[in-house]
């Protein structure tokens, strides 16, 4: 089993000065959509899922363009939510952010004051990529390695969603225990693609990463985080 992961374009956060909730991509996140569309057009995949939220569906519009296919939406691809910012300055958002930087480590996990927890949001994504696979025919065995049994090993897979989303996503298939600063851990530029692939086991099989964050396809001056 192949999962290719894509995070959304650069989005517009700010206009006019005021904070922008559920926010359109930029002309450079088109832009940066578009070659990623470019790159992944000549693949196969037996589905793609998109996150519900509007710059990952404008990121995915030109990839499912290129593969003739429609849309899908996964709701559990959906980003953290954050506190209802829209219209507000954008300083507001901005010291929100300072302040969360600041916090001793375990204090991170509360999150944003008003938005999802970062430990409700991990918890969430869990449950959600369980789901996933399990619909798939791929059970997780029981005990202490992230070991799978998979009812349809040949399957390719496109998710479009976020980095949080991704990083917690990557995390979860590999093992690895999430911290409330999974989006660092992680470094994923926007409109970068990851690719984890399944591996045989004597008694089983497991996720290993093929690539992380790949932004090769744009152009260095088009490169954003």
Same mark, same amino acid.
């Given at each position: 089993?192949?999962?290719? #992961?894509?995070?959304?374009?650069?989005?517009?956060?700010?206009?006019?000065?005021?904070?922008?909730?559920?926010?359109?991509?930029?002309? #450079?996140?088109?832009?940066?959509?578009? =070659?990623?569309?470019?790159?992944?057009?000549?693949?196969?995949?037996?589905?793609? #899922?998109?996150?519900?939220? =509007?710059?990952? %569906?404008?990121?995915?519009?030109?990839?499912?363009?290129?593969?003739?296919? $429609? $849309?899908?939406?996964?709701?559990?691809?959906?980003?953290?939510?954050?506190?209802?910012?829209?219209?507000?300055?954008?300083?507001?958002?901005?010291?929100?952010?300072?302040?969360? #930087?600041?916090?001793?480590?375990? $204090? %991170?996990?509360?999150?944003? $004051?008003?938005?999802?927890?970062? %430990?409700?949001?991990?918890?969430?994504?869990?449950?959600?990529?369980?789901?996933?696979?399990?619909? %798939?025919?791929?059970?997780?065995?029981?005990?202490?390695?992230?070991?799978?049994?998979? *009812?349809?090993?040949?399957?390719?897979?496109?998710?479009?969603?976020?980095? *949080?989303?991704?990083?917690?996503?990557?995390?979860?298939?590999? *093992?690895?225990?999430?911290?409330?600063?999974?989006?660092?851990?992680?470094?994923?530029?926007?409109?970068?693609?990851?690719?984890? +692939?399944?591996?045989?086991?004597?008694?089983?099989?497991?996720?290993?990463?093929?690539?992380?964050?790949?932004? +090769?396809?744009?152009?260095?001056?088009?490169?954003?985080?």
């Amino acid at each position: 089993m192949e999962i290719v #992961l894509v995070r959304h374009g650069q989005p517009e956060w700010v206009k006019d000065g005021l904070n922008v909730e559920n926010p359109p991509l930029t002309p #450079l996140g088109v832009r940066q959509a578009e =070659r990623m569309a470019e790159v992944l057009a000549g693949e196969h995949f037996d589905e793609v #899922l998109v996150s519900p939220l =509007r710059r990952a %569906r404008q990121t995915a519009a030109p990839l499912l363009d290129a593969l003739g296919r $429609e $849309e899908v939406i996964a709701p559990w691809l959906r980003e953290i939510g954050n506190p209802s910012w829209h219209g507000t300055p954008a300083e507001h958002a901005q010291a929100a952010y300072k302040e969360l #930087l600041a916090r001793p480590s375990l $204090e %991170r996990w509360t999150g944003l $004051e008003g938005g999802e927890s970062v %430990r409700d949001f991990a918890d969430r994504i869990a449950a959600g990529v369980i789901d996933f696979l399990d619909e %798939r025919g791929a059970r997780r065995i029981d005990g202490q390695l992230p070991v799978w049994k998979l *009812g349809s090993p040949e399957l390719r897979i496109a998710l479009v969603a976020h980095a *949080g989303t991704n990083s917690m996503t990557i995390g979860h298939l590999l *093992g690895v225990e999430p911290v409330p600063w999974q989006w660092e851990r992680f470094q994923l530029f926007h409109s970068s693609i990851s690719r984890l +692939e399944t591996f045989e086991l004597a008694d089983g099989h497991a996720f290993g990463v093929t690539r992380l964050g790949s932004a +090769e396809h744009l152009a260095t001056d088009d490169r954003t985080r």
